[in-house]
């Protein structure tokens, strides 16, 4: 009896932490990360060393990303860290730290790390680009002992997104990862090597029919990946985003600014819509000027040769980036027929004279 109670309580908890994971969303994303090892650790499920690891790990983040995550990714309350505002910082400073219990300090909305309070909840989009890209990723992937029938979509996802359909490096990674990270759930790691022993069977495409998956030809109505811009520097420089990061830094702010995009509007989300990939909707970017604006930006950035002509029409692509003041979707058509005036065509170049 007392075994069968325990079989249903874990079917419980497990379909409790399924709600939570949003195993549907393929992105490696760091609140979906950390509220995954928060819950396993309260349900008693995962020990507190690799919780307090996972906590390190994200600490390193910082160090290492510190210019950008300043600017544009943990907000919470840094900025409460100044004079004016000095008594508010040390009182939420002091309720985290006043925490006696490891289980209460990680039910808190926020961390105290060097002087600055952070949020926990970010939407934070890791990529290849961040240095333990492979740690998050082993986490992300662990979470889908919860469901294995939906690995093959992340990993097909992964495949596009972030080894641009290189199926050796991610077979290497894929390889690596599961012999680095021992925490990674038995079920995951069969699946995982069932998936390596299916990628070696497949057969190799021949020089001609690889680059014509790179090239596909011109009445191609749609590519999978055809859903945000491509920066058209980053065709011969796959380092282009990284070498020209402060301009786009500055050029996100200025945008910010003038308010043509939302204040919280996060640079992961914003460097997203110029990688040629998909993008969900709950990040595309939250347009907050008029739309005659955004047909201004785009189209001086297309004139300017700065982004690649898309295949399914550029208006399409910015109704896949951007929402509009009301956070509703753009008409695309409506869009393309707007008519910029000189004057609205002479700020948005005020603003975007240094994109690289």
């Known amino acids: 009896?007392?075994?069968?109670?325990?079989?249903?309580?874990?079917?419980?908890?497990?379909?409790?932490?399924?709600?939570?994971?949003?195993?549907?969303?393929?992105?490696?994303?760091?609140?979906?990360?950390?509220?995954?090892?928060?819950?396993?650790?309260?349900?008693?499920?995962?020990?507190?060393?690799?919780?307090?690891?996972?906590?390190?790990?994200r600490e390193n983040m910082i160090d290492l990303y510190n210019h950008a995550m300043d600017l544009c990714v943990f907000y919470g309350y840094s900025h409460l860290n100044k004079k004016q505002n000095g008594s508010v910082y040390l009182q939420f400073r002091d309720i985290y730290r006043e925490q006696k219990r490891f289980k209460d300090l990680i039910t808190l909305g926020w961390f105290d790390y060097k002087g600055k309070l952070y949020y926990v909840s970010q939407n934070i989009l890791i990529d290849r680009s961040f240095e333990y890209f492979h740690f998050f990723f082993a986490l992300k992937v662990d979470q889908y002992y919860l469901d294995v029938f939906k690995m093959d979509s992340f990993i097909g996802y992964q495949l596009e997104i972030n080894f641009n359909w290189d199926t050796v490096s991610l077979m290497v990674f894929?390889?690596?990862?599961?012999?680095?990270?021992?925490?990674?759930?038995?079920?995951?790691?069969?699946?995982?090597?069932?998936?390596?022993t299916a990628i070696k069977e497949l057969p190799k495409l021949s020089s001609e029919e690889k680059n014509n998956k790179n090239n596909p030809p011109s009445n191609t109505i749609k590519r999978s990946s055809d859903n945000s811009y491509i920066l058209i520097g980053s065709k011969t420089d796959p380092d282009y985003?990284?070498?020209?990061?402060?301009?786009?830094?500055?050029?996100?702010?200025k945008l910010k600014?003038?308010?043509?995009?939302?204040?919280?509007?996060?640079?992961?989300?914003?460097?997203?819509?110029?990688?040629?990939?998909?993008?969900?909707?709950?990040?595309?970017?939250?347009w907050t000027a008029n739309a005659v604006d955004l047909k201004a930006c785009i189209q001086y950035l297309f004139t300017k040769s700065k982004i690649e002509k898309p295949y399914s029409g550029i208006w399409r692509i910015t109704t896949n980036c951007f929402i509009d003041k009301n956070k509703k979707e753009f008409n695309s058509r409506r869009l393309g027929n707007a008519v910029p005036k000189p004057d609205t065509e002479y700020k948005v170049r005020k603003v975007l004279s240094r994109f690289p």
């Open 1 to 57: 009896m007392i075994l069968g109670f325990q079989f249903f309580l874990n079917i419980d908890i497990s379909l409790r932490i399924m709600e939570i994971n949003h195993l549907d969303n393929y992105n490696i994303e760091l609140s979906n990360i950390w509220n995954h090892e928060k819950e396993v650790f309260l349900y008693g499920l995962q020990q507190k060393e690799k919780t307090k690891y996972v906590i390190s790990q």
């Open 241 to 253: 985003f990284l070498k020209h990061n402060q301009k786009f830094v500055d050029i996100f702010e």
């Open 257 to 286: 600014e003038n308010k043509y995009i939302h204040k919280d509007t996060l640079f992961i989300h914003f460097k997203a819509i110029f990688g040629g990939g998909c993008i969900l909707p709950e990040n595309r970017i939250h």
């Open 174 to 196: 894929l390889e690596n990862l599961i012999v680095q990270y021992d925490f990674i759930h038995k079920k995951v790691r069969k699946k995982i090597k069932s998936l390596l």
